[in-house]
C-alpha cells in the first residue's frame, strides 16, 4: 500500500503536492488495524478504492468513534470555518455503558458506583467528558428514585491523562560510565 500510493513522500514532496492541489496519504497501524487517510485533492486512490469520508461517517475503532466536525464558533470577518477532530465513546459503546451503570447504580453503595465512573476506560476528551456527565445525571436520577444518596460530580475522574507514546521510559538504575 506504502509504495502503490506513494505514500512514504518527504515533508517538501507533500508541500510540493499540497500546493498543486493533489492529496497526500497516511498509513496508520494498530496491531492488526489499519486506516489510510487521504487529504484534499485529487488522487488515484480516490478512484481506485472505496472510501468513507469521516467527516459524514465516523471512524469505529477500540469503542471509539472518531470524526472531524466543524467548530461551534464562525471566524470573524466570515473566513472559512475551522474543522476538528472529534473523539468521542461510540454510539452503541455508550448505550451499553449507561445501561451497565444505571442498572448498577440502583443496587450498589456510592463508593462502587464512583468506583466504576473512575474504570470507564476511555480517554476523557471534551466530547467524553460530556458523555460521562450525561450517564452520571442519569444515575443520580436512578439512585434518586430508588432513595439512595446521589453521586457529585466532584468525584468521578473526568481529567485527561497525557501520555507520550514515543517518550523514554525512565528508570531508577542509574547508568554506570
Known sequence: LIAKYGIDLSERQRATRKAKGLANMQYIRYQNWFLLLATEGHHPFKSQEQIRDCRRHPIRFEGYSISYRRGGVTPSGGGPPKWHACVRIDPETYRQLK?????????????????????????????????????????????KQAGFETIPANRLSLRRKITRPFAKEFNNIKEVA
Open 99 to 143: 445501561t451497565h451503570l444505571v442498572m448498577r447504580a440502583k443496587h450498589r453503595k456510592a463508593e462502587t458506583v464512583i468506583d466504576d465512573f473512575r474504570k470507564i476506560p476511555f480517554a476523557r476528551y471534551a466530547p467524553v467528558r460530556r458523555q460521562i456527565l450525561n450517564i452520571h445525571r442519569a444515575v443520580n436520577h436512578a439512585r
